[in-house]
């Protein structure tokens, strides 16, 4: 059986239609992949990165691969000048953040409180108020008023206490006013005794509008000075610890006194109330087991200056106060006289406590200041404590 074989021509173009197809299909690809390439950029960073390993000796790209513009330059300066190093782009300063401003939302508070006000019109003192605005027996313009309430005082502004309309018009033209009283033994620290005995308010002058707060108390064994203020502020920060006023006192004491004892004094004793001690300790002479001494505090407890003494075994016979801050007892003042303070030493209190100075006074500042009259305030007191007696035996 014989074949036929096909000719020559036809086999060749079938070799080239086969290789041809065989080219498109291998181009197509070629393609498919350079377009993935030129899609990709790991494809072409990675590219770039190889080529400048292989040709790290031989001329730099021309920075086609180069995505930042100083790599770029970089790149054209070392190609035309091999020997200089390469442009190295600094990079631009941090630029600070501005500081963001803390603006504190804080309320703004008009007015002074309801309570103190009343206080300073001659109502009763600031914790007797305070008890009345809570009962609600305290108005503002005609709404009940409540604790916390605060209050600006002008002249259309109308409170009543149980519906009776109380008078401002000493509030709004205070004058800070302060008396030195020397108090006797055997007068009590407060507005009114159940018991009918003396108070240190009944000597003083009267007053409209206002009235006088002690500042500080002395117990009813002990004597000297005493200061009554209208200004409650001042007489509240007088009193407070914190800005460690000093009391002088001269106290007597009965005991044998030794310098161990000074100085547990001076150092500090355990009270009950807490750790307690004086400034200063001077002696001031005495005769036997008698002894007076001055002694110095920053605080006023009650019985503070007794009860340091009775923690040495030492009894004390007679105290008196002599000073308070800067202000001495004067010597010519006599136990239950009072006299006013002038302008100057009232400035001097409010400027030891932080309050603007005071520019009224009530004393008559045109005459020249003269000598008290001992004698006249002497008879004063005299024929007050003999109208006393008579109205407390009828």
Request: proline share 4%; hydrophobic share 30%; glycine share 8%.
């Amino acid at each position: 059986m014989k074949f036929q074989s096909q000719p020559r021509s036809t086999e060749r173009s079938t070799e080239r239609s086969t290789d041809r197809n065989r080219n498109r299909s291998t181009n197509r690809d070629t393609g498919r992949n350079e377009k993935r390439g030129e899609k990709s950029p790991h494809f072409n960073l990675r590219t770039g990165q190889e080529r400048g390993r292989q040709d790290k000796d031989q001329q730099a790209p021309k920075g086609r691969l180069d995505r930042s513009r100083g790599e770029r330059n970089s790149v054209k300066s070392s190609s035309n000048n091999p020997d200089k190093a390469p442009f190295e782009r600094k990079p631009l300063p941090m630029r600070k953040p501005k500081p963001v401003a803390v603006t504190e939302n804080k309320p703004t508070v008009a007015g002074e409180k309801l309570q103190k006000i009343l206080a300073n019109a001659g109502q009763g003192s600031r914790r007797e108020i305070e008890a009345i605005i809570a009962a609600g027996r305290v108005s503002v313009d005609g709404k009940m008023a409540t604790l916390g309430d605060r209050v600006t005082v002008h002249s259309g502004l109308k409170i009543r206490i149980d519906g009776h309309l109380i008078n401002l018009t000493a509030v709004q033209k205070e004058v800070c006013r302060v008396l030195m009283y020397y108090k006797p033994e055997g007068e009590l620290c407060t507005r009114s005794d159940p018991e009918g005995r003396a108070t240190v308010f009944d000597r003083l002058p009267r007053l409209v509008g206002s009235r006088w707060i002690a500042v500080g108390r002395l117990d009813i064994n002990t004597s000297g000075l005493l200061l009554f203020t209208t200004d409650g502020e001042l007489a509240n920060r007088l009193m407070h610890p914190s800005q460690e006023v000093e009391r002088e006192y001269s106290v007597r004491v009965f005991g044998e006194v030794n310098d161990a004892m000074i100085a547990r004094l001076r150092k500090g004793v355990q009270l009950e109330d807490g750790l307690a001690n004086f400034k200063s300790v001077k002696a001031m002479g005495g005769t036997g087991l008698n002894q007076w001494f001055d002694v110095t505090l920053m605080e006023g407890r009650n019985r503070e200056v007794r009860r340091l003494w009775e923690s040495q075994g030492i009894q004390v016979s007679r105290l008196i106060r002599i000073r308070y801050g800067n202000i001495k007892l004067m010597k010519s003042l006599p136990r239950g006289g009072w006299e006013e303070m002038d302008l100057a030493n009232v400035n001097y209190l409010r400027e030891l406590v932080g309050l603007a100075p005071e520019t009224e006074t009530k004393l008559d500042v045109t005459q020249p200041k003269r000598r008290s009259n001992t004698g006249k305030i002497r008879k004063a007191v005299k024929r007050y404590t003999e109208i006393s007696k008579r109205y407390k035996k009828a």
